[in-house]
């Protein structure tokens, strides 16, 4: 059966956001859906100037992490930065720009939080539930949970992320969907390269990229 169609509604309230969150949470799958073989592994962010956004998604070979194509899209946001709140800010635009790829990845790393979350349903959620795709939530800072060692646990002691480090830098990996912890943490370290976790690296400088051409 084909999974519903899930968006991002505009203008909704902060209490509505929240509402929306909980209520989709249920829908997150930790089982994972990866091919046997990953051929192509995204990378996907956005950045702002003013109130205009831009995404970038950035598909690269999962063997050699070389690129094999880049997507950009731009437009208006009028949701504000709320904690918790990012992915109605930031989905939609990550959503066109992965939409816009000729090359379908088998799985999607997005600059934000996924189960990892105070709802249990951040960014990474919200892309790979839209998307319908094995999507990987990677955080530079821990949003929810408490960390024992290297791992991220919630306030009854479930792992819901674990700490790697890419270039001296800790980043928290959690699950966004179809995808096990595990197999998160997997993916992520194959993608670390000398300059950082190169999916990520790639799609940040595609993000900076347009937003200069905007300002500029």
């Given at each position: 059966?084909?999974?519903?169609?899930?968006?991002?509604?505009?203008?909704?309230?902060?209490q509505?956001?929240?509402?929306?969150?909980?209520?989709?949470?249920?829908?997150?799958?930790?089982?994972?859906a990866?091919?046997?073989?990953?051929?192509y592994?995204?990378?996907a962010?956005?950045?702002?100037?003013?109130?205009r956004?831009v995404g970038?998604a950035?598909?690269?070979?999962y063997?050699?992490?070389?690129?094999?194509e880049?997507?950009?899209t731009?437009a208006?946001?009028?949701?504000?930065?709320?904690?918790?709140?990012?992915?109605?800010r930031e989905?939609?635009?990550?959503?066109?720009?992965?939409?816009?790829l000729?090359?379908r990845?088998?799985?999607?790393?997005?600059?934000?939080?996924?189960?990892?979350?105070?709802?249990?349903f951040?960014?990474a959620?919200?892309?790979?539930?839209?998307?319908d795709?094995?999507?990987?939530?990677?955080?530079?800072?821990?949003?929810?949970?408490?960390?024992?060692?290297?791992?991220?646990?919630?306030?009854?002691?479930?792992?819901?992320?674990?700490?790697i480090?890419?270039?001296?830098?800790?980043?928290?990996?959690?699950?966004g969907?179809k995808?096990?912890?595990?197999?998160?943490?997997?993916?992520?370290?194959?993608?670390v390269?000398?300059r950082?976790?190169?999916?990520?690296v790639?799609?940040?400088?595609?993000?900076?990229?347009?937003?200069?051409?905007?300002?500029?």
């Amino acid at each position: 059966m084909k999974p519903k169609a899930i968006s991002i509604p505009r203008n909704v309230t902060p209490q509505e956001a929240v509402a929306l969150q909980n209520r989709l949470a249920s829908l997150i799958s930790q089982e994972s859906a990866l091919p046997e073989e990953i051929r192509y592994v995204a990378g996907a962010d956005g950045a702002y100037e003013g109130n205009r956004a831009v995404g970038a998604a950035v598909v690269v070979k999962y063997g050699s992490l070389r690129p094999a194509e880049t997507a950009t899209t731009r437009a208006h946001v009028t949701f504000l930065y709320v904690p918790g709140l990012l992915a109605f800010r930031e989905a939609p635009i990550i959503v066109r720009a992965l939409r816009k790829l000729k090359h379908r990845p088998d799985v999607c790393i997005v600059d934000g939080h996924g189960v990892a979350h105070p709802r249990r349903f951040g960014l990474a959620c919200h892309v790979g539930l839209i998307m319908d795709l094995p999507t990987i939530g990677v955080a530079k800072s821990r949003l929810f949970g408490r960390e024992v060692g290297e791992r991220i646990v919630d306030p009854e002691g479930n792992s819901i992320a674990e700490v790697i480090r890419a270039s001296g830098k800790r980043l928290y990996v959690s699950v966004g969907h179809k995808i096990s912890l595990g197999e998160s943490v997997r993916v992520v370290r194959h993608c670390v390269s000398k300059r950082g976790l190169e999916p990520m690296v790639l799609a940040h400088q595609e993000a900076q990229k347009a937003k200069w051409s905007i300002r500029n």
